[in-house]
């Protein structure tokens, strides 16, 4: 293994690879669907909430852990209290659950794409489409196969040359194209009862099933509890300032997943009323509902390709901030270096990440729960593993080697305004709430109750 660790070159190279890192799927697939579901407005004010209170405790504790070891998941608990080593061990699989299955999700964007980009949108429009396509046996593969790719090249790169140029380049202009979207989709004739309904919170809807499905959505957008945050904390300098850092990456990633609704929301209101059947369509908001309101939209082709460049782009920053961190874990443990790891990682992404895109068609027989291979991997790592995680992170850091040992990692370079709220949060609101989601996870998935 190289004897020096890599690290970002400066705290804006930290900031925009952790903020790439947490904008991704969650943001630009998964928000809009939840706010369109749940209330809009509501939803958005309680998710806003919770990103600012709850979100930021275990985001600065994972990155301070990460840059107090200077070592990955495994590590990083080891090194603290080799009781919880198994702690590393359970986040670290995480990413290995997830990653795969990411990747498929991200050859289907691609494939949109190029759709999108070959003047195909009537066809992507069409009923039926998305769900004939994910079957096909070749297509979706390939298409994975080209997505993880070019992941895999660029943590091949390293953290200086490949995972901070990418950052630097790919979110300036996600933001950039997340604005104009924006601006198209809300001037879109009765977009504006979108808007309405996206902004202005209808407290009649509020219900504690949208508390908690704005909790789970936390973790998906902020990549937490899978081991990321703690392996680019691991590279961070100690110059940088992490309180400040952590608000940074808080506001690109929130706003990011603001904007995806500001795209997405209006424009479906305006071209099909705001009905109940449109707003809950669910997952398949972007792939199924979106290329119909493209279809009718004036300039809807273009608009449609430039959308889906912006979601390739969200989500292959998350997908290199994932395969980093396998790629870390198992430098980390087996001491290889980083063009060996990400050959070895490539080739595990491919063995597991292809079955799962195949589940969808000749080994849909393959039903654990009932359910696709993706959507069990899905809840396995998400509703499962990662509230699970961070239960325990909270308990190890509040009660095992107490709060004290992050405060004082994060006032190396500046006091911590928040200290005493964050101790308040990690010790005892962050539990109960995550026990909440875990046991609402499992009630949903046992057909308990609808979200």
Sequence with gaps: MEKKRGSFT?????????????????????????????????????YL?????????LMITEIALGRKTRLSAIGAYDALDKRFKFMGYLSSAVPFIITPYYCVI???????????????VSSAAADGYFENYIAQPAAPVIFFLIYVLIGCVVVMLGVEGGIEKASRIMMPVLVIISIVVSVFSIMQPGAWEGVKYYLLPDFSRFSATTVL???????????????????????????????????QIEI????????????????????????????GKGPGLMFVTLPKVFENMKFGTVIGAVFFLLVLFAALTSSI??????????????????????AVILVFLCVVGIPVSLGFGIWDFIAPMGMSLLDFCDFVSNSVMMPIVAIIS????????????????????????MKKFYTIIIKYIAPVCLVAILIFAIMEAMGMITV
């Design 394 to 417: 909270c308990l190890f850091v509040g009660f095992v080697i107490k709060p004290k040992a992050i405060i004082d990692e994060v006032e190396v370079n500046g006091p911590f305004k």
């Design 213 to 247: 499905a704005a909790m789970g959505q936390l973790f998906y957008s902020m990549s937490l509890a899978m081991g990321i945050m703690i392996t680019y904390g691991s590279y961070m300098k100690k110059e940088n300032h992490l309180e400040q850092s952590v608000r």
């Design 106 to 120: 991200g050859g289907w964007v691609l494939k949109y794409l190029v759709v999108f980009l070959t003047n195909n």
């Design 252 to 279: 690109f990633d929130t706003g990011i997943a603001f904007m995806a609704g500001l795209m997405i929301i209006p424009a479906v209101f305006a071209f099909s009323g705001g009905s109940e059947e449109a707003l």
């Design 49 to 57: 909430i919770i990103a600012v209170t709850f979100g930021f405790a």
């Design 10 to 46: 400066n705290k804006l190279g930290f900031v925009l690879a952790a903020a790439g890192s947490a904008v991704g799927l969650g943001n630009l697939w998964r928000f809009p669907y939840l706010a369109a579901k749940h209330g809009g407005g509501i939803f958005l004010l309680v």
């Design 321 to 342: 901030s994932l395969t980093e961190t396998l790629v870390s874990i198992v430098r980390d443990r087996l001491g290889w270096g980083r063009k060996k790891a990400s």
